[in-house]
């Protein structure tokens, strides 16, 4: 028995020769009224406890990933002469927002076979299960899905963003846009040497809503009726008052 | 400033909603329509969801109805009872036009339904009222003045009722009618209907001029009032800042756009909203007919 636990000891000891400690610059995004989109400082050095490895250099990836949600793609098509969605496609979960930085070139930081263990690179967080049965050629829409976001900022690939000092000390910047959705974003840092994921190291952002904001939601979502009821207030006073203060102005 | 809007979950400037409102307010005030045919596609083209932009809207032009119905009032240029008939119409409209919007949401098309009715109504309307309008300056230069039709087979129907302030004694068919369809264009569209709502009151019921604007006025208060609480009570898309912005800009614009009006001649007034009416609709069906740089668009999951 013992014997196991020691020889699983020995086999776990090269994955954690060399291990991630973070820092984050804010571990919590609050969404106010005048939310502007707000930037993420990500450092953090490599604990080793064995001399550096000296046969291929260490790098980092950093990734943040915006809660996963169903979505539809479509395609529009030209039917009778104007311009139609014909063709839709259900994605079972794509993150609202994704962003990975890398300390060099994709083809040098990440193989094929451990991004598909670890869903790292961006079409690989995009889960598409039975999207055969709908589409005949899916990958387009999963393309279009990804140009898309990328346009917009949402899905951004920033190759070489990560800042490696001495293989110990990196620091990143991630930008995250204005048009954030709520929920925990999932913050992740993997250390590869050769293309091989040899650590790895999570932790999350909470992204919420404050405020007025906050307010306004649970309102909209838990008593829609006060909701409504309120938004006709708030519009029959504004078209009152408007009335009324031209009113004063013109016989004053 | 941006401002973040808690439905939409977009973050846009708010001077740029002020000054859309105040622009849309200035042309309402002008021409007595509600000014949410032009507001809701310019929601559009800034990036709100159209589902938002829509139901928002119909909040909006509560606002700047209500502003416009007390003014009405105080002329005693309203006819409440044709108003009431026109309601009960309008509010079985309203009822069945967020039923197919949202059926047609789960099929994917509720874009195209609102840009196709935007474009055949407003190609319509726009169209019927420059020639209206060319015909009425034609005959203010030649002297003779318009002359209204008295009778014609709306008059034949049962059900009469007799509406004192519009001096009218009619079947209450007609208005019903009128009411349905308007308010299911209202749920739809996310427009008050006024620019339809006008025009059918004039041609169609007979009624005055001068009592059309503050009766229409009226009864688009509680249809868009009710497709409001439909669209929030059903879809959650009524965004409060996005209404306040644009109701703050639009109540302001209004009253500058009656002074304006005040000091142009009638004819010209529709002359021009005609043009802006056609204007608007080409630009939309423009969108419809030429090959659009991005095929593919997402959106929420759900039906197909």
């Known amino acids: 028995m013992r014997a196991i636990l020691v020889l699983l000891l020995l086999l776990a000891t090269p994955l954690k020769a060399e291990e991630v400690v973070l820092g984050l610059s804010r571990d919590q995004v609050s969404i106010s009224t005048n939310f502007d989109g707000s930037e993420v400082i990500i450092y953090g050095a490599i604990k080793r406890e064995v001399p550096i490895p000296q046969n291929e250099p260490i790098q980092v990836i950093v990734t943040i990933s915006g809660p996963q949600a169903p979505i539809t793609v479509r395609r529009k098509d030209r039917v009778l002469g104007i311009w139609v969605n014909t063709d839709a496609m259900d994605v079972s979960a794509a993150p609202s927002f994704y962003a990975i930085s890398t300390s060099a070139p994709w083809q040098q930081v990440l193989n094929e076979a451990d991004d598909l263990r670890h869903n790292v690179s961006i079409p690989r967080r995009i889960r598409s299960i039975g999207a055969w049965s709908q589409v005949a050629n899916p990958q387009e829409f999963i393309d279009a899905l990804v140009r898309i976001r990328m346009a917009n900022g949402l899905y951004v690939l920033d190759e070489g963003a990560v800042d490696l000092r001495e293989s110990t000390l990196f620091n990143t910047a991630i930008q995250m846009p204005a048009n954030l959705t709520e929920g925990e974003y999932a913050t992740r840092v993997f250390l590869t040497r050769g293309g091989k994921v040899v650590s790895k190291y999570e932790t999350s952002i909470e992204v919420r809503k404050v405020g007025l904001e906050r307010w306004l939601y649970n309102l909209s979502r838990q008593q829609p009726l006060v909701y409504g009821l309120l938004s006709l207030a708030i519009a029959i006073a504004a078209g009152w008052g408007a009335s009324a203060a031209f009113r004063l102005m013109r016989s004053g | ?304």
């Not at chain 2, 740089?293 to 959106?299: N, Y």
Request: proline content about 4%; some cysteine.
């Open chain 2, 1 to 304: 400033m941006q401002i973040y809007l808690p439905i939409a979950e977009v973050s846009v400037n708010a001077f740029l909603l002020l000054g859309l409102g105040g622009m849309v307010g200035v042309l309402s005030g002008m021409f007595g329509v509600g000014g949410g045919f032009l507001m809701t596609p310019l929601l559009f083209f800034i990036g709100i969801p159209p589902a938002v932009a829509v139901a928002t809207e119909a909040n909006q032009i509560v606002a700047s109805s209500f502003s416009g119905v007390l003014a009405h009032l105080r002329r005693k240029t309203v006819d409440l009872k044709m108003g009431t008939v026109l309601l009960v119409g309008g509010l079985i409209g309203a009822a069945l036009g967020v039923w197919v919007f949202n059926y047609l949401k789960s099929l994917g098309q509720v874009d195209l339904l609102v840009k196709l009715c935007y474009v055949v109504f407003l190609g319509i309307i726009g169209a019927l009222m420059f020639v209206e309008s060319l015909n009425a300056i034609r005959k203010t230069r030649s002297g003779s003045a318009p002359k209204r039709k008295k009778h014609n087979w709306i008059h034949g129907l049962p059900f009469k009722m007799r509406f004192r302030t519009s001096g009218l004694y009619i079947s209450v068919i007609p208005p019903v009618i009128v009411g349905i369809l308007v308010g299911i264009l209202a749920a739809i569209m996310g427009v008050g209907g006024g620019f339809i709502m006008v025009p059918a009151m004039i041609y169609l019921l007979g009624m005055p001029t001068k009592v059309v604007v503050g009766t229409s006025l009226f009864q688009i208060i509680f249809v868009t009032g009710f497709t409001t609480l439909l669209h929030a009570t059903t879809n959650y898309t009524v965004d409060m800042v996005l209404a306040v912005l644009l109701l703050i800009g639009g109540v302001v614009g209004a009253q500058i756009g009656t002074v304006i009006g005040a000091k142009l001649k009638a004819e010209q007034l529709r002359i021009l909203l005609a043009i802006m009416v056609l204007a608007v609709c080409g630009k939309l069906a423009l969108d419809l007919l030429i090959q659009p740089s991005e095929l593919f668009s997402i959106g929420t999951a759900g039906g197909h």
